[in-house]
């Protein structure tokens, strides 16, 4: 009987994970990939351009614009948050009130988030910049940046900047290169 239920609840995620694509599709690049037990608040809000790959259970809170450029590699257990409480400017009740202070974020071409990162609100990712497991990343990351932390700090710029760029280039894009050879 326990295999039984165990085969439903699979047959169940996989056909919630197949509504949710179609759902984000026109948003979507073909080329990139987003795996099983995303979710994403407002479809309508997220702009995920080629060869991007998202991690298993990622959340995306998309009260705001959420754009994800070119090449970016995002890891499982990702949160990204558009939205926060008004808790700030006239509010009508406490700790916070319904309001909500809406932010875009971007995450620019040819970042590495690696598992269980936190993104807030109003936050741009600079191009090709990598950010540690676990990170909650609360201010704007330059590019080239290798950040960690809670919360995240720049640790230091990538290395071999000509490198990255030499090969931004010759457009050799980990998720493209990885599919078609």
């Known amino acids: 009987m326990g295999k039984l239920i165990l085969r439903i609840v699979y047959f169940l995620e996989a056909l919630l994970y197949k509504i949710r694509l179609k759902e984000i599709q026109p948003y979507v690049d073909k080329t990139s990939q987003i795996k099983q037990g995303f979710k994403v608040s407002h479809p309508k809000n997220i702009k995920i351009e080629s060869y991007v790959y998202i991690g298993p259970n990622s959340f995306l ?3 705001g614009k959420i ?3 070119r090449g970016t590699i995002i890891g499982p257990n990702i949160i990204i948050h558009t939205a926060n ?10 700790p916070y009130d319904k309001e909500l202070i809406v932010k875009d974020v971007t995450i620019e ?3 590495w988030i690696g598992d269980s990162v936190i993104i807030l609100p109003g936050i741009n990712i600079g191009e090709g910049s990598i950010i540690a497991a676990g990170s909650v990343v609360t201010k704007n990351i330059p590019k080239f940046s290798i950040v960690g932390g809670n919360p995240a700090k720049v640790i230091k710029e990538r290395p071999n ?3 990255y760029l030499k090969n931004k280039m010759e457009d050799n894009i980990y998720l493209k290169n990885k599919y078609e050879h």
Do not use: L
Request: net charge negative; no cysteine.
């Open 61 to 63: 809170s998309s009260y």
């Open 67 to 69: 754009h994800i450029k």
């Open 85 to 94: 409480h008004n808790y700030i400017n006239d509010i009508k009740s406490i």
């Open 109 to 111: 071409e040819n970042v």
């Open 161 to 163: 900047i000509d490198d």
